[in-house]
């Protein structure tokens, strides 16, 4: 019989009540064997990262602790499915889905937003969807299975903060070639790449801070509409200019939930073209920071990803 290893990360799914709330905590196979009477149709085997994560608390670092468990395990199970919180959810799961190409098994990410054994949770459907996934023999690459839908990894974004329908693709689905690479694991960087949320007065000062930081190697920023930040009667243009002097790499993507980056279609984008900023396309902010730490884990120069930034290596743009 096929098996399946079913990975806890952390999260709600598997989460329960401490003093100061919802904690993490291990034991988790006992509890759903226990709890949810359906798996007993399903050969698996569960094992619990370890220490468990809040996916609040998630850094970069932990695609790795998720990948090696994974490519270790790789040729004693016929799919993965990954346990994580929602919060990040979009984040691991993209991260997976560029780390992982090539993979000959499948990896289902999932979770649920509330925990196992509380009344109404969507712990135990999500579960078992994700194991019918895996275990279909058309399931390729990494997929997000949660609330009914079966998503493509690194295409997610999470819209909804309660409701079981949690996660969609607001750019669609982008078909592409598993089999194009190997699976790696890789040493990812915290503090290399900053996400940027553009407002309204936005001050230099919130470029100038992150330079701060000397593992700093890119800026990702979510600007207005088709990519445009403020320049009249602001500073912030001056900070992005001592950015892009000190090799920072920028990237320009639009904050909007659906839609892409068309950079220099007004005045206001007009300053992130002279400064070499590449358009996120139609990428989701999740997978173009999972990128960027993707190829800047593999060695990759600012040149370098300027070239492979366009291309896309597993469906993330279309």
């Known amino acids: 019989m096929n098996k399946v290893l079913i990975l806890n990360t952390g999260g709600t799914f598997g989460m329960v009540q401490g003093d100061a709330g919802l904690t993490p905590a291990a ?50 199970y016929t799919g993965f499915v990954v346990i994580h919180g929602t919060d990040t959810l979009a984040y691991t799961a993209s991260a997976l889905s560029f780390a992982l190409r090539g993979l000959s098994q499948p990896v289902v990410v999932t979770g ?31 997929r997000v299975c949660f609330g009914g839908l079966n998503l493509q990894a690194n295409r997610v974004r999470k819209v909804d903060a309660q409701d079981y329908v949690a996660f969609q693709m607001p750019n669609g689905e982008v078909s592409y070639n598993n089999e194009v690479a190997q699976p790696v694991n890789l040493n990812y960087q915290t503090g290399a790449v900053a996400l940027i949320l553009v407002y309204p007065g936005i001050s230099a000062a919130v470029i100038d801070g992150v330079l701060q930081d000397d593992r700093l190697r890119a800026i990702i920023l979510l600007s207005f509409g088709s990519g445009n930040i403020p320049t009249a009667g602001s500073d912030f243009g001056e900070a992005l200019k001592r950015a892009h002097a000190t090799g920072v790499l920028l990237v320009n993507m639009t904050q909007c939930l659906k839609g892409r980056v068309i950079q220099g279609a007004y005045e206001t984008g007009a300053l992130l073209a002279e400064l070499g900023a590449l358009p996120g396309f139609d990428m989701t902010p999740e997978a173009a920071f999972a990128k960027l730490h993707y190829l800047f884990a593999k060695g990759a120069d ?12 597993c469906g993330e743009l279309s």
């Not at 619990?48 to 490519?71: A, F, G």
């Open 302 to 313: 600012k040149k370098a990803i300027e070239a492979q930034w366009q291309q896309s290596l």
């Open 27 to 76: 034991d988790l196979e006992s509890r759903l064997r226990e709890q949810v009477s359906q798996l007993e149709h399903h050969s698996f085997d569960l094992i619990d990262l370890n220490p468990l994560i809040d996916s609040s608390d998630l850094r970069v670092e932990d695609w790795s602790r998720i990948c090696e468990m994974i490519l270790n395990a790789q040729h004693s």
């Open 112 to 142: 649920s937003q509330y925990p196992l054994g509380v009344e109404g949770s969507d712990a135990p459907t999500n579960l078992l969807d994700s194991l019918n996934l895996v275990a279909q023999p058309n399931t390729v690459g990494v």
